[in-house]
């Protein structure tokens, strides 16, 4: 069993910036690819961004520009730099990730309100 947590999240105003964090009970660099998910209230949840284990990242339209996914291999951790924030990026976001061997698995997510 693979545990996955994030952290990092927190309340800002809009165009403010948030840092968030996944760790996970084995090296992040084991798994094949990493993704941030976010549901926000009453509705499913969405992509937001993903990695490869080479580095390529993936964004949703909704992100792209302001989102920025990395791998930090001294922390072992999986981050995502979220900047200008919007009232729309309010949601509980999730990690997740995936490798072949392993497979899938989900963090309990970092709840992130933007708010004025």
């Known amino acids: 069993q693979v545990h996955v947590v994030e952290s990092g999240g927190g309340l800002v105003q809009p165009g403010e910036s948030l840092r968030l964090s996944c760790t996970t009970s084995?090296?992040?660099?084991?798994?094949?690819?990493l993704s941030w998910y976010r549901q926000a209230p009453g509705k499913q949840r969405e992509f937001v961004a993903s990695?490869?284990?080479?580095?390529?990242?993936d964004y949703a339209a909704s992100v792209k520009g302001r989102f920025t996914i990395s791998i930090e291999n001294a922390k072992n951790t999986l981050d995502l730099q979220m900047n200008s924030l919007k009232v729309a990026d309010t949601a509980v976001y999730y990690c997740?990730?995936?490798?072949?061997?392993?497979?899938?698995?989900w963090g309990q997510g970092t709840e992130v309100t933007v708010s004025v």
């Open positions: 997740n990730v995936w490798s072949s061997a392993s497979g899938d698995f």
């Open positions: 084995e090296n992040i660099r084991d798994f094949d690819l």
């Open positions: 990695i490869i284990s080479s580095g390529k990242p």
